[in-house]
């Protein structure tokens, strides 16, 4: 949708509930995020980072520590901080909410892959390539094993392929992840920039 739209409606929304319900109660944490992740998809990351940084306060101060809604925050707050090239805050943010995700939600789920990758990736960022590789590792075996979602994996193994080959191990097992993830994205007509992408990568290491 128009993200003007939207954050005329977050907005609308939070002085209604604020107003009703005060503004540290729990839900005021969610409309914040709502308002943060709108931000952020029109590429305002400054607004972004004020908003979810308030939805944090929030939750942390009205909902239980692991509670699903503080990881919520943490990962999109980390996510914002990344995009503005804050690695180590982002890395800070991720690995609280993997925490929180693997205590709420279980090991093995679709969401603690997620956090996997998003560490994995900062920390690829960081050049800090063993450790990444671990992470990415653990994110695509998870992935792995769930129904859906196939351009996840996809997504997952051409990362660790990177980080493999970063790490100057086994030629033949990154390859093998980089051309499985191709084959994944051909597949899915949305994703042909992500099968370019895999694509150059594996044909500038040729």
């Not at 093998?176 to 990568?201: C, D, G, K």
Request: proline fraction near 4%; charged fraction near 20%; aromatic fraction near 6%.
């Amino acid at each position: 949708g128009n993200p003007e739209e939207a954050l005329e409606f977050h907005l609308s929304a939070m002085q209604k509930r604020g107003n009703l319900l005060g503004e540290g109660h729990p839900s005021m944490a969610e409309l914040h995020n709502n308002m943060g992740t709108t931000f952020a998809a029109s590429g305002d990351y400054k607004s972004a980072s004020l908003q979810l940084r308030k939805a944090l306060e929030i939750a942390e101060s009205a909902l239980p520590d692991d509670h699903p809604r503080v990881g919520d925050a943490l990962s999109n707050l980390g996510a914002v901080e990344f995009a503005q090239g804050k690695s180590t805050v982002a890395l800070g943010l991720f690995q609280r909410a993997l925490g929180i995700v693997e205590k709420s939600q279980g090991a093995d789920h679709p969401d603690v892959a997620l956090t996997l990758f998003n560490i994995g990736s900062v920390q690829m960022a960081l050049e800090e390539f063993e450790k990444a590789l671990l992470m990415l590792e653990r994110a695509a075996s998870i992935q792995r094993s769930q129904k859906g979602e196939p351009h996840k994996l996809a997504q997952y193994q051409f990362a660790q392929a990177q980080a493999l080959d970063l790490c100057g191990h086994s030629p033949e097992k990154v390859q093998e992840l980089a051309v499985e993830a191709l084959a994944i994205f051909e597949e899915l007509p949305a994703y042909s920039a992500e099968a370019s992408e895999v694509r150059e990568w594996l044909a500038g290491g040729e």
